[in-house]
């Protein structure tokens, strides 16, 4: 998608369908947490109704890639086989299971007597989510939404075609048999509209990119409308002088290989001068037995490892087992590694120095900063959110990894009983900025 | 501003800066919040010791700009003579007495034994703040970024050159006296390196506008950092059937007359046609006694408006002593000319009828929805935030009017001792998520 012109001014269809996307959400908004509840059981109900239906439409389409020579790991991620469906609509269920995002009270404040102000979260309108293959991410994608009370607007790779079509018609006959307008949710089948999608501020309020990092950066590139994700996961790992050996060794390797194709394993290792020679001389031989490809700078050639890294790995992200390691002569000169380096992701220390540690945790600025555990654990569901919508790099909130709170904003309630801002300004009246029980 | 050429690539002497800036931010970051307040008194006594100074500049600038024709009203925001500096220097010490933003714990949660997850409030790191003409904005804009432990690149208008550069010296020596980087903050001086701010994404984490809605579009057009603002404030008040008349003619007039230039006020009246007539014999004398042009759909005519409002008037920010006026057949009417064409900044509806109310309340969409008192509450100050950085129009918070929580962000901070992720991937171990007391 990268080498693609700029987005496409949307149609005058595609407008259309998005206005009604959005007026469904507004319905959506005003529905209690047992309607939106009952809504996510319809769809999981419609979706077991159509399993047979859904698991066809999906061999059609493998049928159909496997026949244009699709590449083996998207065929893979293509595959929704009766295993892959069921846990799809068990994970549906419990989606419908968490605590509902939806008008919990933020701040609740009397300006003055009767005037009082209240800050309640309610959802951000319509979602703009366009993903990769993966099928599955269509019935995942819509029960956030539908939970948190937003209209989705979904756009999935054309070799999902056939199996997204059937999934999406199942879903709105569930939205339908729970009274939910079944137009809450729209996909988007052709590569035209899902460029238009970017333009389409106004009407979208986020979008999620669900796919590979140039995937990401290309929709952050072209779109006015907050992006929630990420491009680069850079993750470090930082080897304190005063590290325990066996957890900087257990550490080191958890958070690369326990599935290195994730954003938060680490890409580059960076040790303390006085404790490189010893840790690697531990740590050649581990990595080695875990197929990883080890790459270092001079001190770490002459302690061992024998492929060089360039300047360009220190910004590479391999996704992959592969990890570049660098000696530094001090803590400053680690983070000053990591501020040029890394993609404000995560980023960990180990070190039985707590003063060391406590430094690194406050000079960091990384959507987590750990100290003396894998960096692996970034993760939505490990920090218990129940779900993840994605992790986020950006500086504002949300950042990190993101649960439903990810898909909703707040907006300020004020009621009063005639109050006029005159009276204020005047000095007959004064504020009293009273705060009450939340 | 609205006419030019896009944003200019960054001269490697300006990332220079910007960089110098972050890095003294990340000093500033760590420190502690008596720290970040003794660096506010230090600015506010070196503003006090160059006071003079700073008015001599300013003559400077208004006689110059006098000379060039710079309009009246752009003179008088330009003036900072002695008591607006003296109020400056007194709101910046109040800044100095407004609870620290900074390392709040949002969420506190053992994941596992020993595994502990913090969340933190943080500074977000560099603002970027581009204004016109007042040179107090400087000084404001400084405090609220070092009091929430930011660096900030400032951009003023030209006409105000020399008063902001001796005011920006000051604000320097203040935070070198408090033993703070005074790197902290930098002024940008020419028009180009106003615009290569724009593209200084990575280093920049905020773009506050201060200024006319063409300036802020023009800068949300025009960067791919983050904007905090609104372009345009297109407020609506919907006086319902069930209202009150004297409360409904009294928020009419605060609405619109109490400040008519601010974004809260409003722009368009939404009648129920059942109240429309004995409104407006009302109100129509009312507002003629205040200076207000009445613009009328037909049936505002038939009443007694004299003035036609065209289908341009619905999304027009007169920002003046004008109202467009509209009878809505119902509530549902009203909710859908909101939702076509307001800015989602501020609604209200006059109603005694609590079940009308809370359905409006629920149903539109905008950063503030008021029932029974007048759209300029919408306020930071009159919130109760003790500061206001802005008032946001973007779905995603923050939103609304927006204190110093909008200049701090989050971090994660993860403590373990030689957890790693492969021990709950095989099941050795099972997540906790325990939540602690915050």
Redesign the interface.
């Known amino acids: 998608m990268e080498n693609s012109s700029m987005p496409s001014v949307p149609s005058k269809e595609l407008v259309r369908r998005a206005e009604n996307v959005r007026l469904a959400a ?1 319905g959506l ?2 529905s209690s947490n047992q309607h939106r509840c009952s809504a996510l059981n319809g769809m999981a109900e419609a979706l077991t109704s159509n399993f047979k239906k859904i698991v066809d439409a999906n061999s059609e389409d493998l049928d159909r890639s496997a026949s244009e020579g699709l590449a083996p790991a998207l065929m893979a991620r293509l595959k929704l086989n009766e295993v892959k469906l069921e846990d799809a609509i068990e994970g549906l269920r419990k989606v419908a299971q968490l605590p509902d995002p939806l008008g919990l009270r933020q701040v609740h ?1 009397e ?1 003055d007597k009767g ?1 009082v ?1 209240e800050r309640k979260t ?1 959802p ?2 319509v979602l703009g989510v366009i993903f990769e293959a993966r099928p599955d991410a269509v019935i995942q994608i819509a029960s956030l939404a539908i939970r948190s009370g937003n209209g989705a607007i979904l756009k999935g790779g054309s070799e999902a075609a056939h199996t997204n079509q059937v999934i999406i018609n199942a879903l709105k006959d569930g939205l339908s048999a729970a009274d939910v307008d079944p137009n809450a949710i729209d996909l988007l089948t052709t590569r035209e509209e899902s460029m238009a999608l970017l333009r389409l501020d106004g009407i979208v ?2 979008i999620i990119p669900r796919g590979s990092n140039s995937l990401v950066r290309f929709i ?2 072209n779109t ?1 409308i ?1 992006v929630l994700g990420h491009a680069d996961g850079i993750c470090h790992l930082y080897i304190d002088a005063a590290a ?1 050996l ?2 900087a060794l ?2 080191a ?2 958070s690369k290989t ?2 290195p194709a994730a954003c938060n394993a680490i890409e580059t290792l960076l040790l303390h001068k006085d404790i490189a020679s010893s840790f690697l001389s531990k740590a050649i031989p581990l990595f080695e037995e875990a197929g990883v490809t080890l790459l270092g700078d001079d001190v770490c050639q002459s302690y061992g490892i024998t492929n060089a890294a360039t300047e360009q790995d220190w910004s590479t992200e391999y996704l992959d087992l592969i990890l570049s390691v660098r000696v530094v002569t001090d803590m400053g000169k680690a983070l000053e590694h990591i ?1 040029q380096y890394g993609s404000r992701h995560t980023e960990a220390i180990v070190t039985d120095n707590q003063e060391v ?1 406590d ?1 690194f ?3 960091v ?10 960096t ?3 993760d939505g569901f ?3 959110f129940g779900a993840e919508v994605g992790i986020s790099t ?4 949300p ?3 993101v649960g439903l709170e990810g898909l909703v ?14 009276n ?2 005047s000095g007959n009246k004064i ?1 009293s ?1 009273n705060d009450l029980p939340l």
Request: hydrophobic share 35%; with cysteine.
């Open positions: 507004t908004w005003q404040r300006l005037l102000l309610v951000l309108g309020d986020l952050q590139d006015r907050p325990d066996r957890q257990d550490i390797i958890d326990q599935y501020r540690a430094i945790l406050n000079a600025d990384s959507a987590g900063v750990y100290h003396n555990c894998s692996r654990f970034a490990r920090y218990g950006q500086t504002l909130p950042r990190g990894p904003t707040y907006r300020y309630h004020l009621r009063g009983d005639g109050h006029i801002a005159a204020y300004a504020f900025h």
